[in-house]
């Protein structure tokens, strides 16, 4: 089994900067990527930033030039650091990681998400 913890949500003025991060603990054999979505109410889940290993990363058009993600493969972790943030930003901020077990098969994992707040 495996856990995403998420932490570093919160509430912030718009221009400010506030930094995520995601630990990922439990039977993990080979962690392929990790990222962030984010949902706001009565929107769908979409892609914040995603890093892969060995393809880079990718981000949201949105996002790019803000937000830089970033990877700690001994500890399982990633971060995500949001400067400039905008009132648009606002949103339930979700980990996301697709791990593979012992036999090659990848799953995709949630953390339980985090709430972020930014004020006009």
């Known amino acids: 089994q495996v856990q995403l913890v998420e932490s570093g949500g919160g509430f912030v003025q718009a221009g400010g900067s506030l930094l995520l991060s995601c630990a990922a603990s439990?039977?993990?054999?080979?962690?392929?990527?990790m990222g962030w979505y984010r949902q706001a109410p009565g929107k769908q889940r979409d892609l914040v930033a995603v890093?892969?290993?060995?393809?880079?990363?990718e981000y949201a058009h949105s996002v790019k030039g803000r937000f830089t993600i970033s990877r700690d493969n001994a500890k399982n972790t990633v971060y995500l650091q949001m400067n400039s943030l905008k009132p648009e930003d606002t949103a339930v901020y979700y980990c996301y990681a697709q791990i593979f077990d012992t036999r090659g098969v990848g799953y995709p994992y949630w953390g339980q998400g985090t709430q972020v707040t930014v004020s006009s």
């Open positions: 439990g039977t993990i054999f080979v962690i392929n990527a």
């Open positions: 890093i892969r290993t060995g393809d880079g990363t």
